[in-house]
C-alpha cells in the first residue's frame, strides 16, 4: 500500500524556520513527483512546492519563493520542505501528495495519494 506520512510542523514565531518530512513507502519513488500544498481555514488549497523525482524539476508558488526550499533523498524515499522566514500568512495545514511523473504540476491535479497533513502555525 502507498502511504506518505508527513511530519515536522509545530508552533514558530515569524522569522523562524521549520523542515517537514514527508516519508514515502509502497511505490516507486523515481516514477512519481510530491508535493507540498497547504490549507488555511477558509481558504483553498494551494501547491506550495512540488519536485519530479524523475529530473528532480521543481516549482515553488510565488509567495515562497527565496524561503522555503524542496528536496528528496532517494535512499530514504523522503521529501523535505525546508521553511525559512516564516510568517502568519504561512499558517496552515501542510500536506504532502503524490503525481505521476508524466502528469507533474504543482495545481493537486492527478495527485493520487496524499499524506494525513501537519499543522504549521507561525505567531506573530
Known amino acids: 500500500d502507498v502511504q506518505l506520512q508527513a511530519s515536522g510542523g509545530g508552533l514558530v514565531q515569524a522569522g523562524g524556520s521549520l523542515r517537514l518530512s514527508c516519508a514515502a513507502s509502497?511505490?516507486?519513488?523515481?516514477?512519481?513527483?510530491i508535493g507540498w500544498f497547504r490549507q488555511a481555514p477558509g481558504k483553498e488549497r494551494e501547491g506550495v512546492s512540488c519536485i519530479a523525482s524523475s529530473d528532480g524539476g521543481t516549482y515553488y508558488a510565488d509567495s515562497v519563493k527565496g524561503r522555503f526550499t524542496i528536496s528528496t533523498d532517494n535512499a530514504k524515499n523522503t521529501v523535505y520542505l525546508q521553511m525559512n522566514s516564516l510568517k502568519p500568512e504561512d499558517t496552515a495545514v501542510y500536506y504532502c501528495?503524490?503525481?505521476?511523473?508524466?502528469?507533474?504540476?504543482?495545481?493537486?491535479?492527478?495527485?493520487?495519494?496524499w499524506g494525513q497533513g501537519t499543522q504549521v502555525t507561525v505567531s506573530s
Open positions: 509502497g511505490f516507486t519513488f523515481s516514477d512519481y513527483g
Open positions: 501528495g503524490t503525481v505521476p511523473s508524466v502528469l507533474f504540476n504543482c495545481y493537486g491535479l492527478g495527485y493520487n495519494h
